[in-house]
Nanobody
């Protein structure tokens, strides 16, 4: 069992940057794919980014490519660096972990075994 805790959310202005963190309760987190998802009120959950256990492979949702960067350390923490934030980035952001798999599967939230409680990101004009 792996528990995930997100932090770093907050209220920012459009164009600002923010870095989210995902702290895992076990070092075995390093064996899992880590994903970031988000959900805005009234909208479907959306894949934001994913990273392989080694950190060598990353994948991004189309709406954040070129603005967000996912990374992880060698132990039990992952990050989502968000630059050039837009109003439409406002959402609750969730960290998730799944068994290692092809990157083509990362976009589906159904394959993730562990989820954090979420952190709110609000972008204002």
């Amino acid at each position: 069992q792996v528990q995930l805790v997100e932090s770093g959310g907050g209220l920012v202005q459009a164009g600002d940057s923010l870095r989210l963190s995902c702290a895992a309760s076990r070092r075995t987190f390093s064996r899992y794919v880590m994903g970031w998802f988000r959900q805005a009120p009234g909208k479907e959950r959306e894949f934001v980014a994913g990273i392989s256990p080694s950190g060598g492979v990353t994948s991004y949702g189309d709406s954040v490519k070129g603005r967000f960067t996912i990374s992880r350390d060698n132990a039990n923490t992952g990050y989502l660096q968000m630059n050039s934030l837009k109003l439409e980035d406002t959402a609750v952001y969730y960290c998730a972990a799944r068994e290692s798999s092809s990157a083509t599967l990362w976009m589906s939230g159904d394959g993730y075994n562990y989820w954090g409680q979420g952190t709110q990101v609000t972008v204002s004009s």
